[in-house]
């Protein structure tokens, strides 16, 4: 089964850009539909972005909506988020999370990066 470790994480502040990385291993990504979640304190889990397996972008968050866009390279089976303009409610740990393209419920997760906006 595939496994998952999200990276790139970190503070920085209001307006500022990060990228966040999520190397899978164990199964390929291009066999997979994969998205990126967020969850701040108190708050329900969010999903972010969503991707196809072919790569193209399923959902994106009204939320972030021109501001953060999902990305994968399949040479480094690594899905990414770019995350520009960022604000201080983006403040969360976000998390990578892949599906069999056939079902509804993402069965693998990684175990999340902390972003922290500052205003």
């Known amino acids: 089964q595939v496994q998952l470790m999200e990276s790139g994480g970190g503070s920085v502040q209001a307006g500022g850009s990060l990228r966040l990385s999520c190397l899978a291993s164990g199964g390929a990504i291009s066999n997979y539909c994969m998205a990126w979640f967020r969850q701040a304190p108190g708050k329900e889990r969010e999903r972010v972005v969503s991707?196809?397996?072919?790569?193209?972008?399923?959902s994106v968050a009204d939320s972030v909506k021109g501001r953060f866009t999902a990305s994968r390279d399949l040479a480094k089976n690594t899905l990414y988020l770019q995350m520009n303009t960022l604000h201080s409610e983006d403040t969360a740990m976000y998390y990578c999370a892949a599906r069999g393209c056939f079902t509804f419920t993402y069965n693998y997760w990684g175990q999340g990066t902390q972003v922290t906006i500052s205003s």
């Open positions: 991707i196809d397996n072919d790569g193209s972008i399923f």
